[in-house]
């Protein structure tokens, strides 16, 4: 964390963006979830424990693709403590489908079945659940469990898998394609590639990831034949996940209930319904016990949603003078074994963002989503972006030098102007706002971009001279656009007898801090105190409905509900207030918590029109009360965008590479907490960072996870992260009231790019696959030397 993340609460001014020292808007509040995390006394799934709670464990399959020739249960059944062992065969003879919702796919393709059927189709996939008296012997029974295999030929590579003579997953997928689309106009295209004077290609594998998160999925279920299901678990949208529970167990919405407590992290796969959550629900309702599932970090490695892992090539066309005249690009993107809700469908709508910041003509997009033996893929931070947006800025850096050009003199050349917004990429994106080239001049600045190649060990275009410590620099740029938001969202205040205000929202923060930016947006609708705001997410039992946590979306869409909800409280209470005063509500002005009659001396309090909302003497055709629903849905996407720069130093005896300094360039429009903006970009480009220089997953041939283990798979330690200077444009959307965007993904977006762009710089050669480690980057440079 930066001095300037643990600062005391002060207002703030980025670029002429005035704050008034009264508003809460723009303050760097800390965080007042904190208190709570940081001494153990927050809550989680896994701390919830009612009595008679009985433990979840599953059998998974040791193969990536295998048919099942049989399951023998026997001596597990017999272990003390063994309340029962489960199979497909059991759930079927339920009354519930026992398959997880599934969208955007043939309708012949199955869905996830949460237990497996007759047929394995990746390594970790749950076979069999067994439930015992605790989690230990839950885990002793898995492994009493006889599973008897006929294994199957894999294929992990979704370019191989699109061979007509690789192992088929489902008849319905023809070369396992799960889904195909184009964007853009060919024909269009061709002629910009062809009038053009020059065009680069790169081949790239933006590589599979797993979601990390300090908290794996967990889920407590409890079931009561007249109240239905009451699911305690770890949840990024915990409305979403009360419908796709009904969906699998095949009951009603009205009868489960979500509560989602505390969750530490989620990065967009607890936002996905898995087995697990659905297992114990189903086994709490047969066993009628409270039924407790918390993913092992192993089995959350190999069966929990893993992201990215595209293999893309692309082309950009330009001119000599720089102008940038079409990009093309064609797409294989991993499914894994099943699809898992929409996820098959995120892949062919990455190419929306290819435009970048830049006035690019022409672009077209061919995306194949492909199974293959390997988990089940879908959103991770970014989902869509970081990928897009690495194929334009990798295209930018070789494109450069083949021009002889300064990589950021294209970049400028190329930006959209201010007064070009909106602007509708020639792939279907709509950007509300911009104006680039402030942010990007800012990052440049701080990272010294200018004195750092005016070095005399800077050689463009070949491996750069080694400084006094026999290292070698470079220098990377990205720029980068990032589309937040979307859908509804709603937002219920109440003002209590007394003054108080409590604030439901439809999100669910898992680190986003949401208990303090909505009370601060709340307490300036109100003009109230801070500390007399209370907010709270997670229950679909006291919340209307809700859509959730993810993409960037929650202070755009749940910010602007709940303001609007106490707008409308506020206008009640004026007519409550006015009636008080007896005059009419326009005579009526409002501030800091005091209702004044205009010209007069009369007054009355926020806090004692609350205490007669909800007393006798309610005025005349108002209800009693004082508390609004909204349902807010978005304009449409808002357009956040920045530049991040980093300088590496590479060994070039070894290949290792060390981040020296990081700066990130952000504008997310209006910031109403610049402190937990700040703390989202430090925790996006941490993962970038991760994503860039050490995480991969490994398969092996047969369809086995290699990296099923923080000792296998390489999360970037505190060590392994620099220090990261931030800084800020404020370009407000238009979309909203607010003038926000969202901010949560922008790291994970901008970092890989800046990051190859700087170790390619270094090291002078056109592209190095991610993650740039030792053994790459050393190939690369020996490779380079040779020719």
């Known amino acids: 964390m930066s001095d300037a993340e643990t600062a005391d609460s002060e207002p703030v001014d980025v670029e002429g963006t005035g704050s008034d020292e009264d508003a809460y808007m723009g303050r760097r509040e800390k965080r007042r979830e904190d208190a709570a995390l940081l001494t153990g006394r927050a809550e989680y799934t896994d701390d919830h424990e009612p009595p008679g709670t009985v433990h979840l464990a599953f059998v998974r399959s040791e193969h990536g693709h295998a048919d099942l020739e049989g399951i023998d249960a026997s001596a597990a059944e017999a272990m003390d403590g063994v309340l029962g062992v489960y199979t497909w065969a059991d759930v079927d003879a339920s009354p519930s489908p026992g398959r997880l919702p599934l969208s955007g796919l043939d309708p012949d393709v199955p869905a996830h079945p949460i237990l497996a059927t007759d047929r394995v189709r990746y390594h970790g996939q749950p076979i069999a659940a067994v439930v015992a008296e605790d989690r230990y012997r839950a885990r002793d029974a898995v492994d009493a469990v006889e599973i008897e295999y006929e294994p199957r030929e894999a294929v992990v590579d979704p370019r191989a898998a699109t061979d007509p003579d690789a192992p088929q997953l489902f008849e319905a997928a023809s070369d396992n394609v799960a889904t195909a689309a184009e964007m853009g106009d060919a024909d269009t295209t061709d002629e910009a590639f062809s009038a053009a004077d020059r065009t680069v290609e790169i081949d790239l594998e933006n590589n599979r990831l797993i979601p990390s998160a300090l908290e794996p999925r967990a889920a407590v279920a409890e079931f009561d034949a007249d109240d239905g299901f009451t699911v305690t678990m770890t949840s990024q949208s915990p409305h979403g996940h009360r419908r796709k529970l009904a969906h699998t167990l095949g009951v009603r919405e009205g009868e489960i209930r979500v509560v989602s407590p505390r969750v530490g992290g989620g990065f967009g796969h607890k936002g996905h319904h898995h087995p697990g959550e659905a297992m114990a629900a189903w086994c709490a309702r047969e066993l009628e016990r409270p039924v407790k599932w918390t993913a092992t970090r192993s089995g959350n490695y190999l069966e929990g949603a893993h992201g990215r892992d595209h293999r893309t090539t692309a082309e950009l066309a330009v001119d000599d003078d720089g102008s940038i005249r079409g990009v093309r690009a064609e797409t294989v993107a991993n499914v894994g074994g099943y699809g898992l809700g929409g996820g098959a469908r995120m892949p062919v709508r990455y190419g929306r963002l290819l435009s970048s910041q830049y006035a690019i003509d022409a672009i077209h997009c061919e995306t194949r989503a492909v199974f293959t033996n390997t988990a089940p893929i879908h959103s991770y931070r970014g989902a869509g972006r970081p990928e897009a947006i690495y194929v ?55 990272i010294g971009y200018d004195e750092y190649r005016d070095r005399p060990e800077f050689r463009p275009g070949e491996t750069n001279a080694p400084d006094d410590d026999g290292l070698v620099r470079g220098v990377g740029v990205a720029n980068y656009v990032e589309s937040t938001a979307g859908g509804f969202e709603s937002g219920l205040v109440r003002a209590l007898p007394d003054g108080d205000v409590e604030v439901y929202a439809g999100t669910h923060s898992h680190g986003q801090g949401h208990e303090t930016t909505y009370a601060q947006l709340v307490a300036d609708a109100l003009e109230v105190p801070l500390e007399r705001i209370h907010v709270s997410e997670g229950d679909t039992a006291a919340i209307p409905t809700g859509t959730g946590t993810f993409g960037s979306r929650s202070t755009l869409v749940g910010g602007n ?16 207030a006015a009636a008080e005063l007896g005059v009419d509500p326009e005579r009526v002005e409002y501030e800091d918590g005091t209702f004044t009659v205009l010209e007069g001396d009369e007054t009355v309090s926020f806090a004692e029109v609350a205490d007669v909302a909800y007393g006798w003497n309610t005025p005349d055709g108002l209800e009693p009360g004082l508390e609004a629903t909204t349902f807010y849905e978005s304009e449409g996407a808002a357009y956040t965008f920045g530049t991040h720069a980093c300088i590496v130093a590479v060994d070039p005896d070894t290949g290792d590479v060390e981040i020296e300094r990081y700066v990130a360039v952000d504008d997310c429009g209006e910031r109403v907490n610049p402190l937990i903006v700040d703390g989202q970009v430090h925790g996006g480009v941490a993962q970038g960072i991760g994503q860039a220089l050490y995480e991969a997953v490994a398969y092996d041939e047969d369809g086995t ?39 949560g993904e922008a790291g994970t977006i901008a970092a890989p790019p800046a990051a190859v762009n700087a170790v390619c710089d270094a090291i002078g050669v056109d592209h190095v696959d991610m993650p740039l480690t030792g053994e790459r980057v050393w190939r690369a440079i020996a490779s380079e030397q040779k020719e």
Do not use: C, H, W
């Not at 300064?406 to 201010?418: A, K, Q, S, W």
């Not at 020639?426 to 001049?441: F, I, L, N, Q, R």
């Not at 509900?561 to 409550?576: D, F, G, M, T, Y």
């Open 392 to 446: 334009t800025e990798r295209l930018i850096d070789i494109a450069a030098d083949e021009l002889g050009m300064d990589p950021v003199e294209l970049r400028r050349r190329n930006l959209l102007e201010p007064d070009e917004f909106p602007y509708e990429t020639p792939v279907g994106a709509t950007y509300d706002s911009g104006d680039y080239e402030p942010a990007m001049e800012k990052a440049l600045e701080a």
């Open 561 to 576: 509900a709940v303001v609007e909800s106490a707008e409308k409280v506020l206008a009640k209470a004026r007519q409550i």
């Open 705 to 743: 996870l290699l990296t099923d283990s923080m000792d296998d798979y390489g999360v970037p330690r505190a060590a392994d992260v620099p220090p990261i200077e931030t800084d800020a444009t404020v370009t407000p959307s238009p979309l909203n009231d607010l003038g926000v965007k969202g901010i």
